[in-house]
């Protein structure tokens, strides 16, 4: 089984504009709302893939309540964990074009120690063997950075296997209980290793890089430079295809889903990339954060090229 973590998850409210302006009144042509959070949207990735997930997130208030109902209509097993304080909204302000957007995000509530026991009570309950646990996100307010190392290292002893897909501090630490992958950026792969890194390829002629990670597999996503996948043996570079992007938010999380879906079922390195890869690309051409059919997933698959 694969398990979803959103420790912070928001609800999603999209704003269509004809042009971005700063100083002025803009007045929405649409309005969209989705119910997110990076685990959530992995979940989501993974049900229009067919594959089952279980989704956990903090869920508190009357936002809470309605993303509570959205999610359960989403194609997956969820799970609320309830907390005192209100989910946060965060707010995407995109042109009609889809050239520009700006997105605010709530901090979020603050969670307690006692909310935070229902994590590590599930992960004792759940975690063996064969499992898969995509820990993904910001952290809520007051807690411990160190957090997702902790729910990492109970995940390991009891058998089962770590995503990982956050940045700052909480990356840093986490990385210390060697998931199974992480997917950091050329800017926090560059802060791991104190060196700038500028390109994918910089990397494939310096996989020592790499090792900084402790993981089994990094993944970096770089834009127009295509996406990376190391196995510590090998790495591949795949170019996505060329598209219309609607909004990149949420593309990201798409392409987690993709690759745990891979490493989940075991596919070929390259193939594993490229899965990650279509379901980002497919994801970046949705309205909102809606995330793509299998079937726009599978053709976009069969057009990313790798070397």
């Not at 009609?96 to 700006?102: A, N, P, Q, Y």
């Not at 909004?247 to 490493?263: E, K, Q, R």
């Amino acid at each position: 089984m694969i398990y979803t973590f959103t420790l912070n998850p928001a609800l999603d409210k999209q704003l269509s504009v004809p042009e971005i302006r700063f100083n002025d009144v803009l007045i929405a042509e649409n309005i969209q709302l989705d119910f997110g959070g990076k685990g959530f949207n992995v979940s989501r990735m993974l049900a229009e893939l067919e594959e089952p997930s279980i989704a956990l997130g903090f869920l508190g208030g009357q936002t809470g309540k309605t993303m509570q109902e959205g999610l359960s209509k989403q194609g997956f097993e969820l799970l609320a964990l309830p907390i005192a304080g209100e989910t946060r909204t965060n707010i995407t302000v995109v042109s009609s074009t889809g050239e520009k957007h700006i997105k605010i995000n709530e901090k979020g509530p603050t969670v307690t120690e006692n909310e935070l026991q229902l994590v590590f009570d599930f992960i004792a309950k759940n975690a063996k063997a064969g499992t898969l646990w995509v820990l993904a996100g910001s952290l809520p307010p007051g807690l411990d950075f160190r957090v997702y190392q902790k729910m990492s290292e109970q995940i390991k002893v009891l058998g089962g296997n770590v995503v990982l897909d956050t940045s700052g501090k909480a990356l840093e630490a986490a990385l210390q209980a060697k998931p199974k992958l992480v997917k950091p950026n050329l800017f926090e792969l560059s802060q791991l290793t104190d060196r700038e890194i500028r390109t994918l390829i910089e990397i494939k002629q310096n996989p020592q890089i790499l090792a900084a990670t402790g993981a089994e597999f990094v993944a970096i996503s770089a834009g127009e430079q295509g996406a990376l996948l190391s196995n510590g043996e090998r790495i591949v570079i795949c170019q996505a295809p060329k598209i219309q992007e609607a909004n990149p938010i949420g593309a990201g999380d798409a392409m987690v889903a993709g690759l745990t879906y891979a490493l989940y079922h075991k596919l070929e390195l390259e193939e594993t990339l490229k899965l990650g890869v279509a379901c980002g690309t497919a994801a970046a051409m949705q309205s909102g954060t809606k995330m793509p059919k299998r079937e726009l997933v599978e053709e976009l698959r069969q057009q990313v090229q790798c070397f």
